[in-house]
């Protein structure tokens, strides 16, 4: 149930992305215009004290509105660019970082001047993330870090990472956490890359060629960066899915008014048990997706861990997503695979959601290793 | 600074989108607001709402605060419901006269999209005794003495200079307005709206709502033209053909 202040929000926060963050044009495309209109919308800085530009509004309410901004902006890709900003890097530096990493990138990164970023993967650890190479060298002044980052979503449009790297001696599993600036000598950025789907999303490698990092940009403490990894994932597994249940509806809405219409056989479609049956299991996903997610953020809301649920969380939306899409191109039968349609990109963008954030393979293997304590691995 | 004060109405929302519940600012007013929002930009100016209406006006208000308004009057109470013309202008009229007497310019949207007369505006302006313009499409700026209007009728569009004080009945509407940010929401939400009774405005209850108007509606049904329409289903192809043979007929 949301308050009346929460649904003044939502109301505007719908009615901000139908008008502003659906151009045709950029559904594949980056669109710093839009960037520049969500960030003086102020939606940015969310759940972000407002001494640092933010809302500070309540994480059950982040979920209410980027439920509503999953359905009322269909570019999928783009709310991905938003997501990756404000739940991994702002977040993280506003949730970890000292009061001197605070005031130096949170007002900026809350009014959209400087958009983040995370770097975990690389091209030979993806979901072994933690055989990562890439390595930070303590110095007398800071630190040299030397790798490179594989697939880091906002890569070419981010101005700040977060990057892990090992700190540790050899075989010493010590990570630790660091915002590196994109102007910090030695990073360079990679080519865009083309993807699938998520188009509108810009994707790249990112290397870090002898990048000094100022002793002060630890995020966090010095080898505690696992820890970091650890709330990082959390957050992401919750909040970058939030809008694929808006999106569920909005797909959901388009299929219902379809069944409605389409006849065959002198017959609504939708009076055919083998089609209604999809809208009912898509009705099912958004509705379990949803008690999931705000048993979640009241666990967040009282500063509680919530690991293991959001990774149930990540793989019941993510399959529950692309299930929803795929019936959708069984509905909408050939006009779903033409591109005027639109259902194909929504499939395409929504593929990878099983892929992001932790394979849902993994997922797995986390909730396997919870639910029995580790013996049988 | 220029005090400039707006004349607000909430009107019901189902008028513009159909599943809407609850009241919103009516599109004249909204365009007013969102106008003075851009306004507000480059020029020295201080945007005083004013609006009659029970507490489901509380949303539209929040929302005039956030877009635009440093200060709201709300008058509200059961005094005042069900006004005419007449008993609505002496309202406003005393409301004006009692808190913004050094207004420099009263704007009000030219119609409510629920219902109305048109002729608050007119009214008002003649019981405040300041110059009124009608027809007003767009505000372009506002100076220390005067303001730049644009005027346009079916046969002409007029680049009005007027001097302060002065009122404007705009016809220009909107239904969204875009210089709308959720911060300042948060912050209208916190707001404390002033609550003005017909007691506190000291206004006779023979002057106001019901009992001030010469005129009661008595029924009131909204009059829907009709066109007759056929849905087009079917392949790209049948349905292109169907249009074909329409257009053939």
């Known amino acids: 149930?949301?308050?009346?202040?929460?649904?003044?929000?939502?109301?505007?926060?719908?009615?901000?992305?139908?008008?502003?963050?659906?151009?045709?044009?950029?559904?594949?495309?980056?669109?710093?215009?839009?960037?520049?209109?969500?960030?003086?919308?102020?939606?940015?800085?969310?759940?972000?004290?407002?001494?640092?530009?933010?809302?500070?509004?309540?994480?059950?309410?982040?979920?209410?509105?980027?439920?509503?901004?999953?359905?009322?902006?269909?570019?999928?890709?783009?709310?991905?660019?938003?997501?990756?900003?404000?739940?991994?890097?702002?977040?993280?530096?506003?949730?970890?970082?000292?009061?001197?990493?605070?005031?130096?990138?949170?007002?900026?990164?809350?009014?959209?001047?400087?958009?983040?970023?995370?770097?975990?993967?690389?091209?030979?650890?993806?979901?072994?993330?933690?055989?990562?190479?890439?390595?930070?060298?303590?110095?007398?002044?800071?630190?040299?870090?030397?790798?490179?980052?594989?697939?880091?979503?906002?890569?070419?449009?981010?101005?700040?990472?977060?990057?892990?790297?090992?700190?540790?001696?050899?075989?010493n599993k010590s990570f630790t956490a660091f915002v590196v600036e994109k102007d910090f000598p030695g990073v360079k950025i990679g080519a865009d890359i083309e993807k699938m789907g998520l188009g509108s999303c810009p994707t790249s490698e990112i290397v870090f060629d002898n990048c000094i990092i100022p002793k002060e940009n630890v995020l966090g403490r010095y080898n505690f960066g696992s820890l970091?990894?650890?709330?990082?994932?959390?957050?992401?597994?919750?909040?970058?899915?939030?809008?694929?249940?808006?999106?569920?509806?909005?797909?959901?809405?388009?299929?219902?008014?379809?069944?409605?219409?389409?006849?065959?056989?002198?017959?609504?479609?939708?009076?055919?048990?083998?089609?209604?049956?999809?809208?009912?299991?898509?009705?099912?996903?958004?509705?379990?997706?949803?008690?999931?997610?705000?048993?979640?953020?009241?666990?967040?809301?009282?500063?509680?861990?919530?690991?293991?649920?959001?990774?149930?969380?990540?793989?019941?939306?993510?399959?529950?997503?692309?299930?929803?899409?795929?019936?959708?191109?069984q509905i909408f039968g050939g006009y779903g695979y033409t591109k005027e349609y639109d259902i194909e990109r929504e499939l395409r963008d929504a593929l990878a959601c099983s892929i992001y954030s932790g394979t849902n393979e993994m997922q797995k293997n986390t909730i396997y290793n919870f639910t029995t304590n580790g013996e049988s691995l | 600074m220029i005090k400039i004060v707006v004349c607000l109405k909430m009107v019901p929302g189902k008028l513009i989108n159909a599943e809407a519940g609850g009241l919103i600012i009516n599109p004249y007013d909204l365009f007013v607001l969102e106008k003075l929002a851009e306004l507000k930009k480059s020029s020295d100016i201080s945007v005083i709402g004013i609006c009659m209406g029970g507490e489901s006006a509380r949303d539209g208000l929040i929302r005039s605060k956030a877009l635009v308004c440093d200060d709201i009057y709300w008058l509200n109470d059961i005094k005042f419901a069900q006004a005419d013309t007449i008993a609505t202008t002496k309202t406003l009229t005393a409301a004006i006269k009692k808190y913004i007497p050094d207004a420099d310019a009263v704007i009000c949207g030219g119609h409510a999209i629920d219902g109305e007369t048109g002729q608050v505006p007119a009214e008002l302006s003649e019981k405040l005794g300041i110059t009124y313009f009608s027809s007003v499409a767009d505000i372009e700026s506002f100076g220390n003495d005067s303001a730049v209007i644009v005027r346009r009728d079916e046969r002409q569009e007029m680049t009005v200079r007027c001097r302060y004080p002065f009122l404007l009945s705009v016809d220009s509407f909107l239904t969204y307005a875009s210089n709308l940010n959720v911060i300042a929401l948060k912050r209208a939400q916190k707001w404390e709206y002033k609550i003005i009774s017909a007691e506190e405005l000291g206004i006779a209850s023979t002057d106001c709502g019901a009992s001030g108007s010469k005129t009661k509606v008595i029924n009131s049904v909204n009059i829907i033209y009709k066109k007759e329409s056929i849905e087009i289903g079917g392949s790209i192809k049948e349905k292109a053909d169907h249009v074909k043979k329409l257009l053939q007929q």
């Not at chain 1, 890709?77 to 977040?91: E, L, P, R, T």
């Not at chain 1, 809208?279 to 379990?288: L, P, Q, R, S």
């Open chain 1, 1 to 171: 149930m949301n308050t009346n202040e929460e649904m003044q929000l939502i109301e505007a926060v719908r009615e901000f992305a139908e008008n502003n963050l659906n151009d045709p044009e950029y559904l594949e495309k980056f669109s710093p215009e839009m960037w520049k209109k969500i960030a003086d919308f102020g939606l940015l800085g969310i759940t972000v004290d407002e001494k640092y530009g933010g809302l500070g509004e309540s994480y059950h309410t982040a979920a209410a509105v980027f439920e509503n901004l999953g359905y009322s902006c269909k570019n999928n890709g783009f709310v991905f660019v938003v997501n990756n900003h404000i739940w991994v890097s702002q977040n993280l530096i506003y949730l970890y970082g000292s009061e001197k990493l605070k005031d130096k990138y949170l007002c900026d990164m809350t009014a959209g001047k400087r958009i983040g970023a995370i770097c975990i993967t690389e091209a030979e650890s993806g979901s072994d993330a933690l055989s990562m190479v890439t390595k930070a060298e303590k110095t007398d002044d800071g630190y040299i870090l030397n790798g490179s980052k594989a697939f880091i979503s906002n890569g070419p449009i981010a101005d700040i990472f977060i990057v892990f790297a090992r700190t540790g001696e050899e075989n």
């Open chain 1, 228 to 329: 970091i990894m650890t709330m990082a994932l959390e957050w992401e597994r919750c909040f970058e899915f939030v809008p694929h249940i808006g999106a569920m509806r909005r797909v959901m809405e388009r299929c219902i008014e379809h069944v409605r219409s389409r006849k065959q056989f002198g017959r609504p479609i939708g009076d055919y048990q083998a089609v209604s049956h999809k809208i009912a299991d898509m009705k099912v996903g958004i509705e379990m997706s949803r008690a999931m997610l705000y048993r979640i953020v009241d666990l967040k809301d009282n500063m509680k861990t919530a690991f293991i649920d959001t990774s149930i969380f990540k793989l019941y939306v993510s399959e529950a997503y692309i299930k929803t899409c795929r019936d959708a191109m």
